[in-house]
């Protein structure tokens, strides 16, 4: 899972994607580790009566992200191209900067050193001031992070020391230390780590940074030189009150069109080849039932059987036209939709077409030969047309609708009746003709 990226999905979305997390992935190992610590959000006024907090588009968006968020975070998503450098990209025209997620809610300070001390890692960037400055090096009070997690460290009194051996010489000759002052705020690169006692080293040279940010600046920087997030978190503790939306909302970069494709590209996630967020889709091997024409041919029974239902309703109370519409409709959406060619079969029985409906009884069988209804109102209509045929004087016609009734239901004893009716009669008119 990438952690670093699920926290700056946090510091984007705030606390109520943290709760969504808790209830959506609390069987998830990963997430119960990491999530189990923080504690909810307590800033901000509350709400108007009658008002939502969060617009509904942005709730949607984190229920997405917090159902998905096995698949979101997954390492697959990374593409083998390096993200573009963290650091240099600090300005907030590009996305919404915001400050840490942890000046949004009550979390006590021994927790808060006790996650800075689990997540801060070798070769990280820290900012402090300088607090005081000995023979062996200077100490300095952590203020914030250069890289890596965003944490609100600015109260917690971390204090780090950068050893004489670390801090280099600004001149041939004299005391490297000499060229720095109590107060001179400091960015420096994290050397080693004692968790236990949580005491940190750093240093001022290059070489303690890894590749992707050796070119970043060590040493006395300027306030202006500051990460956004932290002069964020600045006006915040100024404003205590201001919501965490209404933040996010007056960063430039909220609105920038172009934001998806830099957070694209700032994450390292591959455009052209993106991983699918559809479960049934991380697998390779696919049956039949999963491409897009099966797909398709489900979704237009479903849509077509809607219309099906429609139109039997309009029959039932004798709106035929309706209901014919209908129908219509049903297999324009779905051709071979056998429900919606039995009943038009229906509809063309009850109206008289009986050609018409035995041609839609017909095909609806073809489409399903189990189709119980189908057959008994083909065979009915058949024998229904064999009657006219007689009327017609079209014995052997007749005789050919008889015959399929019996073929499609041998105990169809109407169709049976028929025939042997009409045989009869064939019998006693060619009596005549012999006789004449």
């Not at 016609?397 to 009409?422: M, R």
């Amino acid at each position: 899972m990438d952690r670093d990226l699920l926290r700056q999905s946090l510091n984007c979305h705030g606390s109520s994607l943290l709760s969504l997390l808790r209830n959506e992935q609390q069987d998830n190992p990963h997430f119960r580790s990491l999530l189990g610590s923080a504690s909810e959000p307590a800033r901000g006024p509350p709400p108007a009566a009658g008002r939502k907090e969060k617009r509904v588009d942005n709730i949607e968006i984190q229920k997405f992200i917090s159902k998905k968020a096995d698949l979101l975070f997954a390492l697959s998503w990374k593409s083998d191209a390096p993200a573009t450098s963290e650091v240099n990209e600090d300005n907030e025209d590009h996305y919404a900067v915001m400050p840490p997620l942890e000046q949004f809610m009550e979390i006590p300070s021994m927790d808060r050193r006790e996650l800075f001390f689990r997540d801060i890692e070798r070769g990280d960037i820290v900012i402090g001031r300088i607090s005081s400055i000995r023979e062996f090096g200077f100490f300095m009070v952590l203020i914030c992070l250069g890289s890596g997690i965003m944490r609100d460290i600015s109260h917690l009194e971390i204090t780090a020391l950068c050893p004489l051996r670390d801090v280099p010489s600004h001149s041939n000759h004299g005391d490297p230390l000499s060229y720095y002052q109590t107060g001179d705020i400091i960015r420096a690169g994290i050397k080693d780590i004692d968790r236990y006692h949580e005491k940190l080293a750093v240093s001022l040279y290059s070489s303690a940074l890894p590749p992707h940010l050796s070119g970043i600046k060590l040493g006395v920087i300027t306030s202006e030189e500051l990460p956004l997030y932290y002069r964020r978190s600045v006006e915040l503790n100024s404003n205590s009150l201001e919501s965490y939306e209404n933040i996010m909302q007056s960063s430039l970069g909220f609105v920038n069109p172009g934001v998806v494709e830099f957070l694209l590209e700032k994450l390292g996630i591959d455009e052209s080849n993106p991983p699918s967020l559809m479960r049934g889709l991380q697998s390779k091997n696919f049956s039949e039932d999963d491409y897009a024409s099966a797909l398709r041919k489900k979704q237009s029974a479903s849509w077509a059987l809607k219309c099906v239902k429609i139109g039997v309703d309009y029959f039932k109370v004798g709106r035929h036209v309706d209901a014919m519409n209908e129908y219509n409709k049903a297999l324009e959406i779905d051709k071979q939709n056998v429900e919606a060619l039995v009943a038009r079969g229906a509809l063309y029985a009850t109206k008289g077409s009986l050609n018409k409906a035995i041609e839609d009884f017909e095909l609806a069988l073809e489409n399903c030969p189990t189709h119980r209804n189908a057959r008994k109102y083909l065979c009915q209509t058949l024998v229904e047309r064999g009657g006219q045929l007689e009327e017609e004087e079209k014995f052997l016609n007749a005789e050919s609708c008889y015959k399929k009734a019996l073929a499609l239901d041998e105990t169809f004893k109407d169709a049976e009746d028929a025939l042997q009716k009409l045989h009869k009669y064939m019998q006693v008119i060619l009596y005549f003709l012999l006789e004449t």
